[in-house]
């Protein structure tokens, strides 16, 4: 059996005449998929070469050939090529392509949370809303004693670098920011015009910046306030009213291992305004009606009956925490939400949370990126076996982070389609040292070993990440489906960080 390890250098996933092999990759035979036969190195040219014996007659034997990964470069072929079956003919054509990241970056103030949405079209001009799709920078931050929000404007044009040249504006909150998200909130607005909302701490702890025309806004349209005026940990839109508009759900930490989720109901005004309807607990008969400090929501279609549940991953203790699933039940009080599972974690702090399909069964399944000390922590894998009577999510993978996780995005980020997992990470808090990984998903699962983006050139702990797509129809340059690219907010001081984009 014969293949080519090559650099893809368009992209496409085919090994054309001009593409150049890769020397000294890995690339290791499997049966089965996972029981060890034999591993080799590609030459020169790229090529491995592997011997292996044909099975009996009826045995059903097959064999994988898998590929390691390739430090600041992103598959563009599965990584593991399966049910190869053996008859005594050779077989060749079994190729792994990489295609290699590219990065721009620029600085600003260390994110405490970082979203990629598109603000507009030929950013700054404002004459075309969201004609396109090329996304911008929005961010959090509180330094020396200032809270705001900012946005850093792409201006990428076909051929061109992302974020080349770009416009960096500050606009101030009333408190420290905790959290951020962007969705289009108001009747009437422009297609796809975006909005945002601030999580903060005190009275007035949700602010609500409603965009106008194709104008960002410089004050907010609503400050509101959850009951127990805590920090806003996390924040989500959903219809979850019957509505016209999208209803706010708010995490709060309301004292140490303590918080809550609220929902706050739209009043379907052009400019809406809001008023709290339910809080979690006591609300969805919560066991013990009681909630950690509510660290994200991410909704997802957990039973595959057209509505969005709610998943809530919760801090109990510096190292301990709870996620909660939540099956989304109808539209009214006391019928929005009902619980339906809880996983606990006696020595993981979850401060990360990904919902996605990784087994590939159609539900999707539960990642947590966690922290186990200060300077340590794990990838978690909880499958979803859901049946029509229970919810359950069983442990299907466990292993080391490279550090403590602070931030974590699952998307498909190269190889097959389906979604990887990127964390952000620290490794000493005294000096700030971390980086940044992709766990890519292999055959189904995601791989427990990790490759670097920046390949060695990002040392500091990366404090949040997003991913979205910076190069706008360049890559390919026809029509979608575009690549999914990853940004990063590496922390240099306590008032400096370094935003870095990898585009594919």
Not at 269 to 284: D, H, I, K, N, W
Not at 420 to 441: E, Q
Request: overall charge negative.
């Amino acid at each position: 059996m014969t293949g080519y390890v090559f650099t893809d250098t368009d992209g496409d996933g085919t090994m054309n005449g001009v593409e150049a092999g890769r020397s000294g990759v890995t690339v290791t035979a499997y049966i089965g998929t996972s029981t060890l036969y034999a591993t080799a190195k590609s030459d020169a040219a790229g090529k491995y070469t592997f011997t292996l014996p044909t099975p009996a007659p009826g045995s059903g034997t097959t064999y994988s050939i898998g590929c390691a990964q390739v430090s600041g470069c992103y598959p563009t072929t599965t990584l593991l090529h399966t049910g190869l079956v053996l008859t005594g003919v050779a077989l060749s054509g079994y190729h792994f392509g990489f295609g290699t990241f590219s990065s721009t970056r620029f600085s600003g103030y260390p994110a405490t949370a970082m979203i990629a949405t598109d603000l507009w079209e030929n950013d700054g001009s404002g004459t075309t809303p969201n004609t396109r799709g090329d996304h911008d920078i929005v961010y959090v931050s509180s330094i020396l004693g200032l809270s705001f929000w900012a946005y850093v404007t792409n201006n990428w044009t076909a051929g061109g670098t992302p974020f080349s040249s770009t416009s960096h504006l500050t606009v101030g909150a009333s408190a420290t920011p905790y959290s951020l998200i962007a969705d289009t909130l108001r009747k009437g607005s422009s297609p796809r015009a975006i909005d945002l909302l601030v999580g903060t701490t005190g009275s007035n702890n949700i602010e609500v910046w409603g965009r106008t025309g194709s104008s960002l806004p410089s004050s907010a349209l609503r400050r509101i306030g959850t009951a127990d005026a805590g920090r806003t940990l996390a924040l989500a839109t959903l219809d979850c009213s019957g509505g016209t508009q999208l209803d706010l759900l708010v995490g709060t930490r309301s004292s140490t291992g303590r918080g809550t989720v609220e929902v706050w109901q739209s009043d379907d005004a052009t400019s809406p305004g809001y008023s709290r309807q339910e809080t979690y607990p006591s609300a969805a008969s919560v066991p013990g009606s009681r909630m950690g400090e509510a660290q994200q929501i991410v909704l997802a279609d957990m039973d595959r009956d057209g509505d969005k549940d709610m998943v809530i991953a919760t801090s109990t203790g510096t190292y301990s925490g709870e996620v909660i699933v939540l099956d989304n039940i109808g539209r009214t009080n006391g019928s929005r939400f009902r619980y339906r599972n809880m996983i606990t974690l006696s020595t993981d702090n979850p401060k990360t949370l990904a919902v996605t399909d990784v087994d590939g069964d159609g539900y999707p399944d539960i990642v947590l990126g966690t922290k186990t000390s200060t300077t340590a922590g794990r990838i978690l894998v909880y499958r979803n076996t859901h049946t029509t009577s229970t919810w359950t999510y069983t442990a299907s993978q466990s292993f080391s982070a490279p550090g403590a996780v602070l931030s974590m995005a699952a998307a498909d980020l190269g190889g097959s389609s389906s979604a990887d997992i990127a964390v952000g990470y620290v490794t000493n808090t005294s000096s700030g040292t971390g980086g940044v990984r992709i766990f890519y998903n292999v055959g189904g699962a995601i791989s427990t070993t990790s490759v670097d983006p920046s390949a060695g050139t990002v040392t500091k702990q990366v404090v949040a990440l997003t991913t979205g797509n910076f190069n706008y129809s360049s890559n390919p340059s026809t029509a979608g489906p575009y690549r999914t690219d990853l940004a990063i907010c590496w922390r240099s001081s306590s008032f400096l960080a370094y935003f870095v984009m990898y585009t594919r």
